[in-house]
């Protein structure tokens, strides 16, 4: 009864339109009143704890990091390198929009960042060249969610944080997974434009003009390099490598590039601070919500009924993805990730599936919710970028979905993926 009430009261709130993170921490309330006798205090002191986490110092200066790029010429870079690199071929400009995702994923480790960064100069530059409105929003949108899967990624934190795991080994797990997502969004574009007979974005480069926009792009391609390299060499911990890409960041920005302002920094600030006190809230709340679920063995009995309806591993992992895709469509990953990771990892670990893995799974699925409706954030920001309404993007965008499904299957199922990449680097 306690489990139906927890939940039950979550979802209704949820669909009252009340807030995450007030849902979270009501929901929490309302069973611990009438079903358990363990003090509401609970809720503040997890609330507190949950928060003071020095791994948790890593989202606010990635998100910071991302908004820096953003407005002081390093996506803008990026995105020029890429389209001299790829533009000339069939699809050019598709290519280069998920290309350009993926390397700025390298830096923000969120989709909305991504997609509002590459969006903004991608989607009015495919619409110049003759690619359909709807198409180049929706893949802007689908091409976002891989700013959660190539490291740095704020999911990724949240999850090791959540299940006790290596913040390190997760960074290491998702670049393959991550790579892979981008390849099947870039088959796609060729398809779709040589069905369409999309134009391509230029001509064959010369090596003069590949080298002087590399040249150009130099310093903004160096930042992945030095986040992820000091990362995994050891020199610092992922939370110290964001104050280091922000401090990089403000340093190329200012000094290399001459394209920020007082006013840039304070718009990126300010940007930071608000997205980053909701995401903190949910966070808190969400911890909360954990520690009840732990202490009324809610994941054991949730998993116990789950494991008697079937046997079977591949029956069991499809539909954790079913539950995890229909999770996505409706909430946030943050507290998503928070609430379902507890619950659905011991059900995971008894077929056999390492915790890491589980985290690259989980966190692909909550990404694909980035596009599919009603949630569907990226789709809206690249909708209000675009100014294409939500109807004429459904269509496109499934095209996309599809080739997402393809590789979240391939994570799920083979192992090697993820933990094979993995085990290389440490054994290297």
């Known amino acids: 009864m306690d489990i139906a009430v927890l939940f039950g009261t979550f979802i209704l709130l949820v669909v009252l339109t009340v807030p995450i993170g007030y849902a979270i921490g009501m929901a929490t309330l309302v069973t611990l009143v009438f079903f358990s006798n363990t003090p509401v205090a609970l809720?503040?002191?997890n609330a507190i704890t949950g928060v003071d986490s020095f791994p948790l110092m890593a989202i606010p200066f990635f998100m910071l990091a991302g908004n820096l790029m953003s407005s002081g010429g390093v996506a803008r870079r990026i995105v020029n390198f890429c389209d001299t690199l790829l533009g000339w071929i069939t699809g050019g400009?598709?290519?280069?929009t998920t290309l350009a995702c993926m390397i700025f994923a390298a830096?923000?480790?969120?989709?909305?960042?991504?997609?509002?960064?590459?969006?903004?100069?991608?989607?009015?530059?495919?619409?110049k060249r003759g690619y359909d409105k709807a198409f180049s929003a929706s893949l802007a949108g689908a091409a976002g969610t891989i700013g959660v899967i190539i490291p740095p990624s704020i999911p990724f934190v949240i999850y090791?944080?959540?299940?006790?795991?290596?913040?390190s080994d997760l960074f290491i797990a998702g670049v393959l997974p991550g790579i892979l997502m981008g390849i099947a969004l870039m088959v796609v574009c060729v398809i779709v434009s040589k069905k369409e007979g999309y134009q391509k974005a230029s001509k064959m480069p010369s090596l003069k003009d590949v080298w002087h926009s590399f040249t150009d792009a130099f310093w903004a391609l160096l930042t992945p390099v030095i986040i992820l390299g000091g990362i995994y060499s050891g020199i610092f911990t992922p939370?110290?490598?964001?104050?280091?890409?922000?401090?990089?960041?403000?340093i190329v920005s200012v000094f290399v590039y001459h394209e920020f302002n007082l006013k840039d920094v304070y718009a990126s600030l300010y940007d930071s601070v608000n997205v980053n006190g909701m995401t903190t809230f949910m966070v808190g709340f969400s911890m909360a919500f954990a520690a009840y679920l732990t202490m009324e063995r809610i994941p054991d009995r949730i998993a116990e009924a789950i494991l008697s309806l079937t046997?079977?591993?591949i029956l069991l992992l499809l539909l954790i993805n079913l539950l995890l895709l229909g999770v996505g469509c409706l909430i946030d990953n943050i507290p998503a990730t928070i609430i379902l990771a507890p619950i659905l990892l011991p059900i995971v670990e008894q077929f056999g599936m390492d915790p890491i893995t589980f985290g690259i799974?989980?966190?692909m699925n909550l990404a694909i919710g980035f596009v599919t409706p009603p949630y569907g954030i990226d789709l809206f920001v690249a909708s209000a970028i675009s100014k294409e309404p939500m109807s004429r993007m459904i269509k496109p965008t499934l095209r996309f979905i599809l080739a997402l499904l393809v590789v979240l299957m391939l994570v799920t199922f083979c192992e090697p993926l993820t933990m094979g990449v993995l085990n290389l680097v440490k054994g290297a």
């Open 43 to 45: 809720i503040t002191q």
């Open 93 to 96: 400009l598709g290519i280069v």
């Open 160 to 167: 090791a944080v959540v299940v006790g795991e290596s913040i």
């Open 239 to 250: 939370t110290e490598s964001a104050v280091v890409a922000v401090v990089y960041c403000v």
């Open 107 to 127: 830096i923000s480790g969120s989709a909305v960042a991504t997609t509002s960064a590459i969006g903004g100069f991608m989607i009015p530059e495919m619409t």
């Open 361 to 363: 799974m989980l966190t």
């Open 311 to 313: 046997d079977s591993k």
